[in-house]
């Protein structure tokens, strides 16, 4: 008699026996339900596993479709496989780089040689062609085959294919075993869960874009379409930027900065990684300096995007320009609380643009910019109500004000300021470092463990808390900052090459804190099993002045 055993399905809150060794697919099919952009991936024991996945114990198990972070990460992963497979049918010999998130897609560098090997340019005919090979494996409805092996047999098979980003990383990772796919024959390693068929992508778009090609996914509001297309002109730029100061390090990938570590080199990296971005912020200081009748630096970014730290060291190097920074919260703008706006759930909004008191904010800017005295507002969290500070302020020759907080580029903000006498700045940690040339690391898991690191280290928030409070701040960061970030006069990336490697030994600990009976450990895992590729670099290397001691601690500067 065949073995059986119980899993509990979510979904629908019952149980089922089943076959043991069963795949999660057949597992779907016995249950009945009914998912219009799923499945794609499940929580098996608040793990996220593939369809793939057998079942030999009992679990619980919770069917995720597109509309979830997981399931889109595992549909996306299986859309990078397909182009991948396309590719190599089209021109065997080309590489591809999954390189860029941008305009609401990824940016995708494919280069080949001719038989002089010289480079050849892809032409939007190319992408055409690329396009149609991929409907046709789509349409061809192929298994992906999920296969393990022994990590010493995978690097062997890599390193035929001449796939050495893919071997760095794997010789880097000391694990027994490897799991990868293959699509008729065609296999690669990806971080993560795939589909188990080709004609589960039901929607993808691919363009010609700066001379490669933009791969577009569903949308997650609405899965039926593709992402909207935004131009993002000004991030594509500070994108290639850093991959340019990647290119002075020598360093593309994990596997790159494994090498690096472990032969020794960290020091020099750091040294020259925080030398260029200081440089960056000299950069901007100098542009602001030679921009006569600049009053108003405003700096805006997404959460832990290190915005606090790079107003400050902006201020320093306007101080160099011989300009006099005053830095002021927008913090202490806000409304009384029972004026705030709610959100969908009733609670007050303090995201929201009209938790600000704008119009008094535009009328103290205006004020100060004609010589005038104000005296500026404070905010009391305590009692939720907006007081007078007692702090008088008048601008007086060379100083200008330095202003950082999430809405600064919206133009609403400042709508009755003259424009020619705002600066803005744009900072967001735009992590460049790729785990191998077909896995990209998200910019959001950067700032989502800097995150999880400030909210344990100064706020007393466990890393399950800032985990399940991440997709409100996400949702806030569409709709409140990312629409203007194209605003700014100036981008920074305050992602360092190096910094993962460093953030890995405060992060696992607070990972690993997070109990597997809760929802959020499935994301805590990912997070920790992603760390587990990295070498770690030991944070005394930092210097003090660092970005990242705003997070880690340790920083000369106050907060």
């Known amino acids: 008699m065949e073995q059986q055993i119980q899993i509990r399905c979510k979904n629908n809150k019952k149980s089922l026996n089943i076959s043991i060794g069963s795949h999660l697919s057949e597992i779907f099919s016995l249950l009945g339900l009914e998912m219009e952009y799923g499945p794609i991936s499940a929580r098996v024991n608040n793990k996220v ?22 399931g889109l990460r595992a549909y996306t992963r299986s859309l990078f496989f ?15 780089c999954i390189d860029i998130p941008v305009s609401n897609g990824y940016y995708v560098d494919i280069r080949r040689k001719d038989e002089n090997n010289k480079p050849i340019e892809i032409t939007p005919d190319d992408v055409h062609e690329l396009r149609e090979r991929m409907k046709a494996l789509i349409d061809a409805a192929i298994p992906i085959h999920r296969h393990e ?3 010493e047999e995978a690097i062997r098979m890599f390193r035929e294919s001449r796939s050495y980003s893919k071997v760095k990383l794997l ?12 699509i008729d024959g065609y296999v690669d390693y990806y971080y993560g869960a795939l589909l188990t068929n080709t004609s589960q992508i039901y929607l993808f778009g691919l363009e010609y874009y700066y001379g490669g090609v ?17 131009r993002q002109d000004k991030m594509f730029e500070i994108f290639k930027e850093h991959h340019q100061w990647q290119d002075i390090v020598g360093l593309r990938t994990v596997g790159d900065l494994n090498v690096a570590i472990d032969k020794g080199y960290s020091n020099q990296l750091i040294q020259i990684s925080e030398a260029l971005q200081e440089k960056k912020i000299a950069q901007i200081a100098d542009d602001i300096a030679k921009r006569k009748g600049i009053k108003l630096v405003l700096i805006a970014g997404p959460s832990s995007s290190g915005k606090t730290t790079t107003c400050k060291r902006l201020s320093v190097q306007l101080a160099v320009n011989g300009l006099k920074p005053i830095g002021i919260s927008l913090d202490d703008y806000f409304l009384d609380r029972d004026q705030t706006p709610r959100d969908e759930s009733g609670d007050y909004d303090f995201e929201h643009l009209h938790a600000l008191n704008i119009p008094l904010l535009n009328e103290q800017m205006n004020a100060l910019f004609r010589g005038e005295e104000v005296e500026l507002p404070r905010y009391n969290f305590q009692s939720g ?12 020759g060379s100083e200008v004000l330095v202003v950082e907080g999430i809405h600064a580029l919206n133009p609403e903000l400042t709508a009755s300021i003259p424009q020619e006498q705002i600066y ?17 690391i998200p910019t959001t898991d950067n700032r989502l463990l800097r995150r999880i690191i400030r909210d344990h280290k100064y706020r007393g928030v466990s890393a399950r808390e800032t985990i399940r409070r991440w997709p409100s701040v996400r949702r806030g960061e569409n709709r409140w900052i990312f629409p203007f970030q194209e605003n700014a006069d100036a981008m920074f990336n305050s992602a360092m090459l190096f910094e993962l490697a460093v953030i890995k030994r405060q992060a696992e600990p607070v990972l ?38 705003e997070f880690l601690g340790g920083s000369s500067f106050k907060y």
């Open 149 to 151: 092996t022994t990590t």
């Open 385 to 396: 109500k907006s007081e007078w500070s007692g702090k008088k302020l008048q601008l007086k």
């Open 49 to 70: 596993e593939g369809m793939h996945f057998r079942v030999y114990k009992p679990k619980d198990i919770e069917f995720l479709d597109i509309r979830s972070s997981s």
């Open 82 to 96: 397909v182009l991948n497979k396309a590719a190599h049918d089209l021109w065997p010999d080309c590489t591809v």
């Open 424 to 440: 803005r700045v744009y900072a967001s940690a735009l992590t460049t470092i790729l785990l191998d040339n077909h896995n990209y």
């Open 512 to 549: 690993e804190q997070v109990p597997e009976n809760c929802e959020e450990y499935a994301e805590a895992y990912r997070l920790r099993k992603f760390l587990s590729y990295i070498h770690p670099i030991p944070e005394d290397q930092i210097p003090p002045t660092s970005l990242l001691r």
């Open 214 to 230: 933009l791969l577009r996914i569903p949308s997650t509001d609405d899965p039926s379409k593709l992402g909207a297309f935004v």
């Open 171 to 182: 010789e880097g990772q000391g694990s027994l075993y490897t799991t990868y796919y293959d």
